[in-house]
Each structure stands twice: as C-alpha cells, then as structure tokens.
C-alpha cells in the first residue's frame, strides 16, 4: 500500500488544486498542493514519487486547469531535482527546517512561473496573486505535510 | 538485482533532464499552437469528470448549506424586500405583457423572420482553472447533454463566458476575463460599439470603442451579435472605471466563484470557426430557424 500512497495523494493534490471552492478569487489564489506533495515525498519517499509520475501529473493538472501545458510538469521535475540532493541533510531535520526549506523552494516555483508567463506575454505581469498564492501555499503546508505524515505512518504501520 | 548508487544517480539525472527537455517542449507547442493540445485536453477533461464531481459536491453541499443558514437569518428581512419587489414587479409584467403584445403584433405586421429556438442546459462548474494565469471553469455537462462549442454560458444576471472546449460529458468555459476571450459589445440604448477584451484581471476592458462617443461609468454593456458568436443583447455588465487607458467593464456575473451556469444554445454556434462544411451548416442554421418558448434539456 505504502508504494502507492505518494503517487495517490500527489494526483489527489491535482484534482484538489482545480476544485472550485466557491470563495471568491479562490482561482487564482489556490495554493500549490502538488508542490506540497511533491516536496513531502522527495524527501521521505522519492523512490515511490519517480520523475516520470511527477512529469504525467503536472502534465495532467495543466491539461485539466486549461494552463499552460508543460509549466507545473516543469516545475515538479525541477522541485525534485532540487530537493533530492538535500533529502539526506532535510530528512533528519525538525520541522521548521523542512518548511523554511518549503518556503524557499515554492518561492522559487511560483517567482519561475510568473517569469515564465510574463516572457510568453512579452510584459511584466501582476505580481500581486502570485505573492498572495506563495503566502497562502507556504501558510498551507503545515496541514499538508501533516496529513501526508499521518498517512504515511498509518499505512507503514499496516504493510 | 541491486542498482549502484551511483547508477541509480546516473539514471536519475538522465530521466530528469529528458523530461524537463519534453516539459519544455510542451511549454513552447502549447504557446505557438493552442489548438494541439486541445484533443488531449478533452480526454483529460473527460476522463477526470467524475472525480471532479465527486470532489466538488463537499465544497458545493457546504456552500448551499451556508446559504440556507443565511436565508434562516435574514427571512424577515428578505420577505419584506421581495414583498415590495413584487409589487413592483407586478407592474413590469403588465408592462411586459402590453410590449409583448404589441411586438408580435409589429413584427407581424413587418414580417420579421422569428428568431431561432433557444434551448439551455443548467450546469455545474467542477473546476476552476488552478493558475493566475488563465480563466476557466469546467462544467459537468459535455455533448451527450447537448453543449456545442460557442454555446454562451451565463449565470440568471449576465453573460460569463462561451463554451471553448467541448467532451462528451465535461465542457471547458472560457470566462469574459480570460486573456484570450474578445466579446463584440455595444453600449446599451446607442449604437457605440467595442471589443471587450479580457487581461485575467476581474474587469475586462472595452477596446475599439467607436470614435465620437463617449463612455460614462455606470454605462450598460450588452453583445451587439457581432461576428455571430453570441446573439445581440445579452446583458454584459456595467462600466466601472474610465481613465486615459480606457474603460474597464464590472460583469454582472460575479466571475470569481462561478457555481451553476446556463449554457444557451442560441442556434448560433455552428458559427465559430471550425472543420464544418459549408453546406452542412447552412442546412443546420435553416432547420434551427423555427421560433418557440425556451425548452428545457435536461
């Protein structure tokens, strides 16, 4: 079960980041829950959370969200490439550690993709929403990396 | 059989890199071309329908009983508001009635050619685009329901979007706000017509306004049927701003938390441009040509 889990909840964080919340501007504000899973297993899992996966379900979020196809694809691999070289150092690391360590990376995401679109656009875009979408991302992962530990833990103790 | 750690490292580099190298290809395809990933889209969009219901209905099934929590509280409130709407309203529908009479009697007298049939299908919106860089919702209704693309999708106040992609059982709606979307408007009761073109900011701006006229906040905006996509006089939304770059345009239709929407088919759609032959869509265009009230699909 436990060679699933990354790969279910990174697709169910997917679906989550297209689900229509009913607030108001909750679109463009949605907090980047693959990242959150990405981040979380890179560094407990990544041999359950291969490259390949991250490729099809960023792929698969751009093609549903109507984006950009290709861009979280992008980001995710380049998150791992990031973050798997640190695993070792971050895995024995208390929590704040791992969510400053969040806090730089989803930064980075969010700084690249609003690079991405404003060079596509040929202008300099709002920057605006995406600073309010890193505030609520890195605001949100306490309770992802939470429920993500929680589950690992469950299913670790029923193999 | 063991992998070395070193050509596990190997591995890992070599498949991350090809892979960002095809991610990026995408990026640029998908940018030059927006058609080609639209095939792919459709079956995604599909294929994730109905766990993206099934994902909706909590966040959906909290917001009714939100309101409803609402509703309790200001009943009394309310009552006596629509109370007096009614009356009021009261009036408008002799009103209505008399206009009524005396248009059918009008174009009876002028020989219009009726208007073609109007049909509608209520849908829910299951997603919402989860970027700041685009505008879109899907709905749970695709073409085993009878949505076409170029259907206007509305909300009961005003216009939101028009169907851009169409699944058999999920469509994709392209908002007015989208950076993409271009409405031929008018200024409502003048002929002034404009673009209303959308920058993914809550209040599109209305580009090509015809020189001389002047645009007023509080000014109302409606289609004017131009280039055929939407009928004329569906109700856009209001100016809001007007300064030396121009006016930008409240929509009626609050944008930002789409919930249940309209998708109107104005016997219209067959007009966007797609791989149809001329002669079909000329018969179809005739055979939609018959008046009657609004039925309902589904």
């Given amino acids: ?159 | 059989m063991r992998i070395s750690p070193a050509r596990r490292a190997a591995i890992e580099r070599t498949s991350v890199t090809l892979l960002v190298v095809v991610s990026a290809a995408m990026i640029i395809a998908g940018k030059a071309d927006q058609v080609a990933f639209q095939y792919l889209r459709n079956s995604v969009m599909d294929a994730a329908a109905p766990a993206l219901d099934m994902l909706s209905r909590p966040a959906a099934a909290f917001d009714a009983a939100a309101d409803r929590l609402r509703g309790f509280i200001t009943v009394y409130r309310d009552n006596v508001r629509l109370a007096e709407e009614n009356e009021r309203l009261l009036g408008w529908q002799q009103v209505a009635m008399r206009l009524s009479a005396e248009n059918a009697e009008l174009r009876d007298l002028a020989k219009l050619v009726p208007d073609p049939a109007i049909s509608f299908v209520t849908a829910r919106a299951i997603g919402d685009s989860g970027g700041a860089y685009a505008r879109n919702v899907i709905v749970n209704a695709g073409r085993d329901n009878g949505v076409a693309r170029g259907q206007a999708a509305m909300t009961g106040v005003g216009l939101v979007g028009r169907v851009a992609e169409v699944g058999s059982r999920a469509a994709r709606i392209l908002l007015i706000t989208d950076l993409n979307s271009r409405v031929p408007v008018v200024v409502d009761g003048t002929r002034q017509r404009a673009i209303l073109a959308g920058d993914n900011s809550a209040r599109p701006s209305l580009r090509y306004v015809d020189s001389g006229g002047t645009i007023r906040i509080g000014d109302r905006i409606a289609t004017s049927g131009q280039g055929g996509v939407f009928p004329p006089g569906l109700p856009v939304g209001v100016v809001a701003t007007v300064d030396s770059e121009g006016a930008r345009v409240e929509p009626y239709a609050a944008l930002s938390r789409v919930d249940y929407l309209r998708l109107v088919d104005y016997g219209l759609a067959e007009s966007l441009p797609n791989p149809l032959a001329i002669s079909a869509r000329a018969g179809k265009r005739a055979e939609s040509a018959v008046g009657g009230p609004p039925t309902l699909r589904r």
């Fill in chain 1, 1 to 159: 079960m436990i060679n699933v889990l990354p790969i279910a909840t990174t697709v169910l964080a997917a679906l989550l980041s297209i689900e229509p919340l009913h607030l108001d501007s909750y679109a463009v504000l949605t907090p980047a829950f693959t990242l959150m899973a990405t981040y979380h297993w890179t560094i407990y899992r990544p041999d359950f959370l291969p490259a390949p996966s991250l490729f099809l379900i960023g792929t698969i979020q751009d093609l549903l969200s109507g984006g950009l196809p290709g861009e979280t694809a992008v980001t995710l691999l380049l998150a791992r490439a990031i973050v798997l070289p640190q695993r070792h150092y971050l895995v024995a690391q208390p929590f704040p550690f791992i969510w400053a360590g969040f806090t730089l990376l989803t930064g980075g995401a969010i700084l690249f993709s609003w690079a991405l679109h404003s060079l596509l656009a040929e202008e300099l875009l709002d920057l605006r929403g995406p600073v309010l979408r890193t505030v609520l991302t890195i605001s949100a992962f306490p309770i992802a990396s939470f429920l993500l530990g929680r589950s690992q833990r469950a299913l670790i103790g029923a193999d």
